[in-house]
Structure formats: structure tokens, C-alpha cells
């Protein structure tokens, strides 16, 4: 029980100061579970990553899942998804239920301004740290920069998988591993059934409740998407097409950018909104139906991904899409995080301050979101 309480407060803590997105949060995961707790090494963490990537659902929220259950089984992973999520959903939901009272205040909008700087100080100190440990030699740095510049071309869904499928091809073929396990992959079949009778069986319950077609529409785009975050928000604008306007819809996506924790919280505000009669009910069941798909395939791929990514072969492929992601980040950094956060040399030279607090001074992320809400809300 005390081990699932640390697992829940560690990413209780997360989950109230983790801004900026997937990219960012794979940064704060990083820099918590990996340099300071030392929960798994950067080997171990880097397979979790490319499992993810691989993995349709909400990208960071599936690497912090897979964090917990590795540490304490389903009850593990389950505390940390609530306790990372949490937060966010408490959040969305009071925005939901006392909507547009704030989001147009200068002040809001200055905290928004200056968590937006801080996202930018977390991406590239994680890029750069993701740099050092995965890009060693001339292919896996190539891998990076070529990956990073076609996603900065040519920016997409599609284009981020067929750069990682490339990057597999290439690791698997050009970076073996030093040694060859032969261990026995073993996928759990359960989850892996469960997500297939829902993913196919919802659709046909939805005639027999308005809340058994909220859970059909909000499962069926978590099972959609990949790599989490932004790509969600086409799929949700479809999926509550002629059930909320458009400027309703916006300011939910606002909100979301400007609350900490997975960007799939955005479910949490549309489900209030679609489910007139039980709106709170409602986007409870949203916000578990969205997250739920990943989540089954986490449990049911993650123990044959650990025996498969120990094979040289398959690790080469790992390094591979290790590599690629780095770039990925990269892209990241800079759309939309850098261009949509920096407008002015005020605002780079206070990235550059912060990036200095966090590197060289060691400062707590904590406090670096107090000092940004209060920089933002004064100079922005």
C-alpha cells in the first residue's frame, strides 16, 4: 500500500506542475523517475518511449502508466494515471462548469504567456539530455537531425510514423546491440481481447444510452490516434461535431493547453458539454473511455516489448527509433512550442534565464512554474 501512495504522489506532484505537453512531459518523467529516484535506467526509459510511439493513445500519460505498473503492477499503473491526470481533470472541469468567466483576463492570459516559456525551457533541456544519452555516433545523430528536419517539412501523423518505421529498419540492420537475449516474448492476451470486443462492440450500443455513446465516441478516438496530444484535437472536433460550437469547443482546447497534464484531459471538458442531462457523470466517463484504449495495449504489449527490445537486433531498432524521437522532440521544440511562446528578446532572454535555473542551479520545477505564472501575469 505505501509503495501505490509514493507511486500516487509522485505523479500527483506531476500532474500539478507538468506544462507544455507530451514533449515536455517526457522531460519531467525523465528528470524524476530516471536522474533523481532512479526508478529505471535511460535504457529502460528509452524503451518505454519507443513502445509508446508504436502504441496508439495518449503518448506521455502511456509512458507514465507503463512507469507504474512496472513499479507495482495494474495497481501501480493505475495510481500513477490517476494521480498525473487528476489535477488536470479537477481543472477542466471547474473551467467546464464555470465556463469563459476567465480565459479572457489579462491576467490569464499572461499566465498562459509565461507557462508557455517555461514549456520551452522543459522541451530543450529534455531534447538536449535525450541528445546526450541516444545520440553517440554519426548514423544515430543523422537519424536525429534528418528526422527533425523532414517533421519541420513535412508535418504530420503519417510522416512521424514513417520516419520511425524507417528509423527501426535502419537500427535494426545498422545498430545491433552488444548482446542477444533470447528470452521468450510473452504478450498478456486479455487487454488485447478486451480492447478488440470495444473497439468493434461499442458502436452497436450506442442506440441504447447517451452515455453508452459518449463512451463509444471518446474510446474509439483514443484508439485512433497517435502520438497523443495536438493529433487528438481533429478527432474530438469531429466526434462532438453538432453537440458544442465551435467557440466552445476552442476554449476547452484553450484551457487545455494551459493546464498542466495530458493534453487528452480535453475530453474531460467536452464530455461535460455533450452530456446535458449527467454533465459531470459525463465527463468522468469521457475522460476514462479516452485513455482507456492505451492503457490495454500498454498492458498487453509491454512484457513482450521488454523481452523482444532485449534481442541485438530488435535494441538496434530501439536505438533507432530513440534516435528518430530526439529529433522528434526537436521539431517539437520549435512547433509549436518555441513559436508559439517566444514573440520578443524579452521573452528568449527569460528562457534562457530558465533554462539556466533548472541546468545550472538545479531549481525545482515547482518553483519554476511559480516564478513564470508570476513573471507572465507581471511583464506578459
Known amino acids: 500500500m505505501n509503495k501505490l501512495l509514493n507511486i500516487f504522489w509522485q505523479f500527483f506532484l506531476l500532474g500539478w506542475t507538468s506544462f507544455g505537453g507530451p514533449a515536455a512531459h517526457l522531460g519531467y518523467f525523465r ?18 518511449i519507443a513502445l509508446s510511439q508504436f502504441l496508439p493513445g495518449p503518448g506521455s500519460s502511456q509512458v507514465g502508466f507503463a512507469l507504474g505498473y512496472q513499479r507495482a503492477g495494474l495497481l501501480g499503473g493505475l495510481a500513477a494515471f490517476v494521480g498525473f491526470t487528476l489535477p488536470s481533470f479537477a481543472i477542466l472541469l471547474a473551467v467546464a462548469m464555470s465556463s469563459q468567466l476567465f480565459l479572457s483576463a489579462d491576467w490569464y492570459q499572461g499566465l498562459i504567456a509565461g507557462l508557455k516559456l517555461l ?3 522543459v522541451v530543450a533541456d529534455a531534447t538536449l539530455q535525450m541528445f546526450r544519452s541516444f545520440c553517440k555516433s554519426q548514423l544515430t545523430i543523422g537519424l536525429c537531425v534528418i528526422s527533425a528536419a523532414l517533421l519541420l ?46 473497439l468493434v462492440g461499442l458502436p452497436f450500443l450506442v442506440s441504447f444510452s447517451p452515455m453508452a455513446r459518449v463512451i463509444s465516441d471518446f474510446f474509439q478516438a483514443g484508439s485512433m490516434v497517435f502520438g497523443g496530444g495536438h493529433v487528438v484535437l481533429p478527432l474530438l472536433q469531429s466526434t462532438t461535431e453538432g453537440l458544442i460550437s465551435t467557440d466552445t469547443f476552442l476554449t476547452g482546447y484553450a484551457a487545455a493547453q494551459a493546464v498542466p497534464g495530458p493534453m487528452f484531459t480535453l475530453a474531460t471538458y467536452l464530455g461535460y458539454f455533450v452530456s446535458e442531462s449527467s454533465p459531470v457523470l459525463g465527463a468522468t466517463v469521457a475522460t476514462m473511455a479516452i485513455f482507456l484504449p492505451g492503457f490495454l495495449l500498454v498492458i498487453g504489449v509491454l512484457p513482450a516489448w521488454q523481452a523482444l527490445a532485449g534481442r541485438a537486433k530488435i535494441a538496434g531498432a530501439v536505438a533507432g527509433i530513440n534516435a528518430s524521437v530526439v529529433g522528434l522532440l526537436l521539431s517539437a521544440l520549435y512547433s509549436p512550442v518555441f513559436i508559439s511562446a517566444v514573440h520578443s528578446g524579452l521573452e528568449m532572454a527569460l528562457v534562457l534565464i530558465g533554462a539556466f535555473l533548472l541546468r545550472g542551479m538545479k531549481l525545482s520545477v515547482f518553483w519554476l512554474v511559480l516564478l513564470f505564472i508570476g513573471v507572465g501575469i507581471l511583464l506578459l
Open 119 to 121: 514549456a520551452v525551457v
Open 31 to 48: 528528470t524524476n523517475f530516471v536522474e533523481k529516484k532512479k526508478w529505471l535506467t535511460d535504457v529502460e526509459y528509452s524503451q518505454l
Open 153 to 198: 517539412l513535412f508535418p504530420g501523423v503519417v510522416v512521424q510514423m514513417a520516419i520511425l518505421i524507417v528509423a527501426a529498419m535502419i537500427g535494426y540492420y545498422w545498430l545491433p546491440g552488444d548482446s542477444d537475449s533470447q528470452q521468450k516474448a510473452r504478450f498478456v492476451i486479455w487487454p488485447l481481447v478486451l480492447f478488440a470486443v470495444l
